[in-house]
């Protein structure tokens, strides 16, 4: 993947040091390898940072960094990609982790009337948990695991792509010094 790409997107590393949530890893992220972008590292942080999008807690986003940090992979990756599960992406997606649970669990899924509320939340999670836990693991590790795969991959594939249009320009410069080259012994026997 090209590092220019990623880091178009990507926050000010300043900006995320100065987040507010962030201030209780202290000194732990001016680590040099938090923001650095190789395959290793972005891939890492895909893993983190889809793995850390299932997980149903207001807190996500504090917990991929301290995964980040602990796996010293690209703390901003990690951080960006929590953020796929908004206001407007979440109840579609945990709805169906919720669905994937009761269908592993073998339990026929409840008929639910949402309503904004906590006494709303704190009475369905009572009945719900399991098989909306599971589901949320499930499609985490899976997220996980094909960002992670996906990632490395494409960065493979990208780095082949640049050697051989780099070995393209080397023949193509080797071919046009042979022609020059007839040219001037040509232009020395004159």
């Known amino acids: 993947m090209p590092k220019k790409f990623l880091r178009k997107y990507l926050p000010d590393p300043h900006k995320i040091m100065q987040a507010k949530s962030l201030r209780l890893f202290g000194s ?15 891939s890492m942080a895909f893993l983190v940072g ?34 796929i599960t908004n206001p407007v992406t979440m109840p579609p997606m945990f709805y169906f982790a919720y669905r994937l649970g009761s269908w592993m669990l073998g ?7 949402f309503e904004a509320s906590f006494d709303w939340i704190a009475q369905q999670m009572g009945v719900i948990w399991q098989p909306f836990l599971l589901g949320c693991f499930t499609l985490g590790t899976i ?45 020395n026997n004159d």
Not at 148 to 173: C, D, P
Request: charged letters at 20%; proline letters at 7%.
């Open 107 to 113: 339990l026929p899924p409840n008929d639910i009337v």
């Open 50 to 83: 889809f793995f850390f999008m299932w997980v149903p807690l207001p807190s996500q986003m504090i917990l991929a960094a301290g995964v980040a940090i602990l796996l010293r992979c690209n703390l901003p990756i990690s951080i960006a990609l929590v953020w």
């Open 143 to 187: 997220s996980g695991l094909l960002g992670f795969a996906t990632m490395r991959l494409l960065w493979r594939l990208h780095i082949l792509q640049y050697l051989k249009e780099k070995q393209r320009r080397f023949i193509h410069r080797k071919d046009r010094q042979r022609k020059d080259q007839p040219e001037q012994d040509q232009n």
């Open 28 to 42: 732990l992220l001016h680590e040099p390898n938090l923001w650095h972008m190789n395959r290793k590292s972005v």
